[in-house]
């Protein structure tokens, strides 16, 4: 009954949203383990949050049935030459969630 | 999609056939996988009729009266973009339905992404197979495909390509990963030539490709059609 | 990921014997003239991966990922949505949710009752 309980009402606050919308952010590349939704294409990139979304448990909390640590989720905007190498054209771009562990800010 | 959209109908692509004459073994097994779990006390007889009540009531009709509305309705479409689970009960869609919780096995966060004439979106869900089932009902079967998984966000261009959508480099077309909780629907842009047109009108061309961005509505296409044959396979399969 | 290789590299002779016969969908329907894209019990079976994951039997992302690896392994061969109904009863089976004697057992009775007249 885990996954239900997770997905109605939003879990208690995590505290303070650490990053807001407009700054900039990289995808930590860090070791999957276990289990992660942090997809492999966008680590170590550097992105823009375009959105803080709401705060739940963590994919790799919730994915064991472990009792859960509840972050801020993101929506994160990246520059498509900024994953792909040689990729063509300028304006395109990629959004993609993110829990708040899997970032850090990027000075760039 | 001759007809006026009823919710709940599945779309005109599912029309009320006859079935095959013969019984199958997949039939059998549909039957003997259900009736053992139920047996074994995994979920109750009741569980499944609640829930396959539910799955036939989806389909892509509630996302086209959404967009067709979002259209005539400036004041309705910001309260769209502001929170989209709470505007879809204005078109008598509840996400929490049938659990109370949620939808089952999806999540109560829903963001409608606004198109422009210089900005395309598209989604797709790159670890499994994410999609926004009450506004769209099931999931195409190629969005679930590793091909369009794996090609759409290395190679948006070239996909929505096969999909007979071609933008100018100048339009932006941003891919939405929906890898986590939040779920995606596009709001296409309303297309020129459909002034004057009433909101049942509207819906008629805003077809379920066109909400997950493979496609835009245009006066007189009222349904999805794929020319092209699909690799079954990834590019790069070692096995073909 | 282990445990989903295990999955892949396992196969249920019971399955196996279906997955060999020619009654999927896509070859019956055209034979009757069905213009119905889906068989009947595919809703049914959509029902059923929904009540296993809100009771939390199998949850929703180990039954994507699991049907995923059987999808480029056991039943690569075998088209939708018959090749979602193998891999669901391949995991049931795998996590021992049911057990593959039962299922054939049941298998033979329904297709008894069925086929009364």
Redesign the interface.
Same mark, same amino acid.
């Not at chain 1, 009954?1 to 309980?5: D, G, N, T, V, Y």
């Given at each position: 009954?885990?996954?239900?309980?997770s997905?109605?009402?939003p879990p208690a606050a995590a505290g303070k949203a650490r990053f807001k919308v407009g700054d900039r952010v990289r995808v930590k590349d860090l070791p999957n383990l276990f289990y992660s939704?942090?997809?492999m294409?966008v680590r170590g990139a550097v992105g823009t949050i375009a959105?803080c979304?709401?705060q739940?448990l963590i994919?790799e909390d919730e994915?064991f049935?472990r009792d859960g640590r509840i972050e801020q989720?993101y929506?994160v905007?990246f520059r498509?030459k900024d994953?792909?190498p040689g990729y063509p054209?300028?304006?395109?771009?990629?959004?993609?969630?993110?829990?708040e562990r899997w970032l850090e800010p990027a000075d760039d | 999609m001759s007809h006026a959209h009823t919710p709940g109908n599945g779309g005109a692509e599912h029309p009320a056939a006859p079935t095959v004459d013969e019984i199958t073994d997949f039939e059998v097994l549909e039957i003997a996988v259900r009736e053992l779990a139920i047996e074994h006390g995994l979920f109750t007889a009741e569980d499944h009729r609640r829930f396959t009540e539910w799955a036939e009531s989806i389909g892509p009709a509630a996302g086209s009266r959404l967009v067709a509305k979002a259209w005539v309705d400036p004041a309705f479409k910001e309260r769209v973009l502001k929170d989209a689970v709470k505007a879809c009960k204005e078109i008598g869609i509840d996400w929490?339905e049938p659990?109370?919780?949620?939808t089952p096995s999806?999540?109560?966060?829903l963001?409608v992404l606004e198109d422009t004439p210089t900005l395309h979106h598209v989604i797709v869900c790159?670890?499994c197979s994410c999609y926004p089932r009450p506004l769209l009902g099931m999931s195409p079967e190629w969005y679930r495909t590793t091909n369009y998984r794996r090609r759409l !966000?290395?190679w948006?261009?070239q996909v929505l390509a096969e999909f007979g959508l071609v933008l100018p480099?100048? !339009?932006?077309?941003?891919?939405?990963?929906?890898?986590?909780?939040?779920r995606f629907m596009v709001l296409p842009v309303r297309p020129a030539g459909t002034e004057n047109w009433t909101e049942e009108q509207l819906a008629e061309i805003v077809t379920r490709d066109c909400m997950i961005g493979v496609a835009l509505p245009r006066p007189g296409r009222t349904a999805d059609v794929h020319p092209m044959h699909r690799a079954r396979r990834p590019v790069g399969s070692s096995r073909d | 990921m282990s445990e989903n290789k295990e999955l892949a590299n396992t196969r249920y002779a019971l399955l196996e014997a279906l997955r060999s016969e020619d009654q999927t969908w896509n070859t019956l329907a055209p034979r009757y003239g069905v213009t119905n894209p889906n068989p009947p019990w595919k809703t049914s079976l959509i029902a059923t991966c929904e009540c296993l994951?809100?009771?939390?039997a199998l949850?929703?992302?180990?039954r994507r990922a699991a049907e995923d690896e059987l999808a480029e392994s056991a039943y690569a061969d075998v088209p939708e949505p018959e090749r979602q109904l193998l891999a669901l009863a391949h995991t049931m089976l795998s996590r021992g949710l049911i057990s593959e004697s039962d299922l054939s057992a049941r298998m033979r009775a329904i297709r008894s009752r069925l086929e009364a007249v």
């Open positions: 009954m885990r996954e239900s309980e997905r109605g009402t939704r942090t997809q294409y959105a979304t709401y739940d994919p994915a049935n989720y929506i905007r498509q994953l792909w054209f300028d304006n395109d771009t990629l959004q993609t969630e993110s829990p | 929490a659990t109370g919780f949620g999806d999540y109560m966060n963001r790159t670890l !966000v290395r948006p261009r480099p100048e !339009v932006e077309i941003r891919v939405e990963d929906s890898n986590q909780k939040c | 994951a809100v009771s939390g949850p929703v992302l180990e």
